[in-house]
């Protein structure tokens, strides 16, 4: 994809990968479409890029993703590219198992995707063109200790975006692009340091170039990818031998049983 005055949707936007993304686009004279709760920090972010417009969305609230697409279409007439990234990383410990934590991040992680994906469908099948590149996550096909609801809520994005790649592309050409970080330095990890992190301006170029190159699966960094398949060839009885409180890595809440 040549990224030049094609109109840009982001979600998420106030966020540490996408901050640097818009950073990219922005040189890339794009028009941008920015969204996030933090409207201050939407303002914030606009203020020196001379094509972009903000408004405070809730992903959780489908009426306000209807008024993000729509004021986008508005503005631009038409929608070439919607990157969407907002997410929460929320531990999960197996303590305090509880049904509304799962369903608090399957709104977020999962149904603000499928929001924006319901809005965004019948306007790319009438361009007959757009693509739709989504974040997930590298581990997304076997479970990690402590991480359940997070994972669960990855792991049905990616299934889904895998599931409407195909159709979408040969009956409406839309491209959609599944986009898996292994661990970048962002406001998420912060309480949960992983080793190895990279930076969110390399995760950010990373994203920017798998989508110019047409990638339907961008995958970093590399030596997590490999270690993520690696563990993936692994017999389940070997994948339980892993020790579960390191598998939980740093940070993770110490929880007393009740
Ligand atoms: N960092 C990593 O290691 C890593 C690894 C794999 C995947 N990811 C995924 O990458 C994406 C970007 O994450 P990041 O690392 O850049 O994290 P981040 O800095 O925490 O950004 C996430 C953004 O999502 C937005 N958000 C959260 N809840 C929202 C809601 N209900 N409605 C609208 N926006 C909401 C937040 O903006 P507001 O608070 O302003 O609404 C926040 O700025 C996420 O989907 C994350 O799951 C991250």
Not at 133 to 154: E, F, H, M, N, Q
Request: charged share 25%; glycine share 8%.
């Amino acid at each position: 994809m040549d990224f030049k005055d094609k109109v840009v949707l982001i979600s998420g936007a106030t966020g540490g990968m996408a901050q640097e993304i818009i950073k990219i686009l922005s040189k890339e004279d794009c028009k941008l479409a920015i969204f996030a709760r933090r409207e201050e920090k939407l303002k914030e972010i606009s203020k020196n890029l001379s094509n972009c417009i903000y408004q405070k969305c809730d992903v959780t609230k489908p009426e306000d993703v209807k008024k993000a697409v729509g004021a986008t279409l508005k503005k631009y007439g038409r929608i070439d590219l919607a990157l969407l990234t907002a997410g929460v990383l929320v531990p999960f410990p197996i303590q305090t198992f509880n049904s509304k934590q799962i369903r608090d991040s399957l709104e977020i992680n999962f149904m603000g995707n499928v929001y924006f994906i319901e809005q965004l469908l019948p306007i790319m099948k009438k361009q007959k063109s757009g693509t739709m590149a989504v974040i997930s996550t590298l581990p997304d096909k076997r479970g990690v200790a402590g991480w359940g609801t997070y994972g669960a809520s990855k792991a049905a994005l990616s299934w889904l975006l895998e599931s409407l790649r195909a159709e979408a592309k040969q009956r409406y050409n839309i491209d959609i692009i599944t986009i898996k970080p292994g661990s970048v330095k962002t406001p998420m990890i912060e309480k949960f340091p992983r080793q190895g992190a990279i930076s969110s301006e390399d995760a950010a170029k990373a994203i920017v170039n798998g989508i110019k190159k047409g990638k339907k699966i961008i995958e970093f960094p590399l030596m997590e990818v490999l270690l993520i398949k690696m563990k993936g060839l692994l017999p389940v009885f070997a994948y339980d031998l892993f020790p579960v409180e390191e598998s939980k890595g740093a940070g993770f809440p110490q929880v007393d049983e009740e």
